[in-house]
């Protein structure tokens, strides 16, 4: 039962580390290229859609990963999973306390009443994003080394 979790909770982490390279380097640059309101009306759409799912992701990938070094504490590479389940804390609080005031502003701009500074707002997203990303891979990098 123990090795399903471990699989199971190293493919949810994986997945959401794939949609949150895939929003920095992929889908950011294209919504980026769009000819004039069109990648900000996408900003605002995907902040939306997403900005539904991910805390629920997140918050279960963390779940999983307690669950995993609690029930796996007597295994070799516990500490690794330990360690992975504090920078998803740490993801978390990176999301609560910096990403998300920006997505929730931004998840309600149109061309008519986003503010003058938006492309800052939305350049600071991307660069905590980005910081973001490297600590999620970081966990998940963990996570499969501890399946070894």
């Known amino acids: 039962m123990l090795n399903a979790l471990e699989v199971v909770t190293t493919v949810v982490v994986g997945v959401m580390v794939g949609v949150e390279f895939s929003v920095a380097f992929?889908?950011?640059?294209?919504?980026?290229?769009?000819?004039?309101?069109?990648?900000?009306l996408g900003h605002a759409h995907g902040g939306r859609m997403l900005g539904a799912v991910m805390p629920v992701w997140y918050i279960g990938s963390l779940v999983l990963v307690a669950v995993w070094a609690v029930a796996g504490w007597h295994r070799d590479g516990?500490?690794?999973?330990?360690?992975?389940?504090?920078?998803?804390?740490l993801s978390v609080?990176?999301?609560?306390?910096?990403?998300?005031?920006?997505?929730?502003?931004?998840?309600?701009?149109?061309?008519?009443?986003?503010?003058?500074?938006?492309?800052?707002?939305?350049?600071?997203?991307?660069?905590?994003?980005?910081?973001?990303?490297?600590?999620?891979?970081?966990?998940?990098?963990?996570?499969?080394?501890?399946?070894?």
């Open 26 to 40: 992929v889908m950011n640059p294209i919504l980026n290229a769009l000819p004039e309101d069109s990648g900000q």
């Open 93 to 148: 609080i990176m999301s609560i306390l910096l990403l998300v005031p920006i997505n929730n502003r931004g998840k309600t701009w149109t061309p008519d009443n986003r503010p003058e500074d938006w492309k800052e707002q939305l350049n600071r997203w991307n660069r905590w994003h980005y910081a973001r990303v490297a600590v999620i891979i970081a966990a998940f990098a963990l996570l499969v080394a501890a399946l070894a």
């Open 78 to 89: 516990a500490g690794l999973v330990v360690t992975a389940g504090a920078l998803l804390i």
